[in-house]
């Protein structure tokens, strides 16, 4: 039995709603095979802000968004290979610098794992990497970063740290219906010129592996999608792997 938390962000000034109920499905790690497809309401929502003062923007904006939860529990068969969880959203924010210019209705897959028996005999019995982070930032162009993707494991497995690929939506409508998420594998979203999901802010800036820690100089003014994934070793055996998504 496992507690999932899906945990979604939308721009405050947004026509939109969450979906209510939206789809997280269930598929096995080992053959990408659909297991279970999981209607689950809304739990609740929060608003999020952050109010910019002396920083180097000119006329700083305030950043708001709102925050849905999902919360629920899900009862699993054994698995020896494990499990993969996938849910989507159909809009990103319009207009990302670090995407090929002029695409058009794109949309994310967010995804996390449960170990399986052959990754670790005690892998089933597993608490997620758990981001820890602020969830709001903002960067000012061309200087200095610092910026934490930082992770707590309550199972004190090792994490490590890397960019990664942007998922786009999995199957391709349109609608303001949730519809559950294809099978993975999952495609990347289009990177332009120069940026790619080991280089979401250019060949300026990077992350310690050890710490999730993104630092160097920051690229022009817009707006980035960044993907970091954390991996969960225990025994050696890398178990896991969890993702966060921020744009």
Same mark, same amino acid.
């Given at each position: 039995?496992?507690? %999932? ?7 405050? =000034? ?5 979906? =209510?109920?939206?789809? *997280? ?23 999020? +802000?952050? @109010? ?5 923007? @000119? ?10 939860? /999902? ?11 494990? /499990?993969?969880?996938?849910?989507? %959203? ?7 610098? =670090?995407? *090929?210019?002029? #695409? ?11 170990? $399986? ?7 089933? &019995? ?40 942007? /998922?786009?939506?999995? @199957? ?6 949730? @519809? ?5 594998? #999952? =495609?990347?979203?289009? #990177?332009?010129?120069? #940026?790619?999901? +080991? ?5 300026? *800036? ?9 630092? $160097?100089?920051?690229?022009?003014? $817009?707006? /980035? %999608?960044?993907?970091?994934? *954390?991996? &969960?070793?225990?025994?050696?055996? %890398? ?9």
């Amino acid at each position: 039995r496992y507690s %999932v938390t899906l945990k979604l962000f939308m721009v405050c =000034n947004s026509p939109r709603d969450f979906n =209510n109920p939206t789809y *997280v499905s269930f598929f096995n790690k080992g053959t990408n095979a659909r297991v279970r497809d999981v209607m689950v309401n809304l739990t609740r929502t929060e608003i999020i +802000s952050l @109010t910019l003062d002396g920083t180097c923007i @000119t006329n700083p904006p305030t950043i708001c968004y709102r925050v849905g939860y /999902y919360i629920f529990d899900v009862l699993l068969p054994s698995s020896s290979e494990g /499990y993969l969880l996938s849910s989507q %959203v159909i809009y990103r924010v319009d207009g990302m610098k =670090n995407l *090929v210019v002029g #695409y058009d209705q794109l949309g994310a897959s967010y995804t996390a794992e449960i170990p $399986g028996t052959a990754a670790s005999d005690c892998g089933p &019995e597993n608490n997620s990497a758990k981001f820890s982070g602020d969830d709001l930032v903002v960067i000012c162009a061309d200087n200095e970063l610092s910026y934490s993707f930082a992770a707590y494991d309550a199972d004190g497995d090792q994490l490590t740290y890397s960019f990664c690929n942007a /998922y786009r939506e999995s @199957t391709g409508g349109f609608g303001q219906d949730a @519809t559950p998420p294809g099978a993975p594998p #999952y =495609n990347s979203v289009p #990177y332009g010129q120069g #940026y790619s999901g +080991s280089l979401p802010l250019g060949g300026n *800036v990077t992350i310690d592996p050890s710490t999730g820690v993104l630092t $160097g100089i920051a690229p022009a003014e $817009g707006t /980035y %999608v960044i993907t970091v994934c *954390v991996a &969960e070793t225990r025994n050696n055996t %890398v178990i896991a792997t969890q993702r966060k998504d921020i744009q």
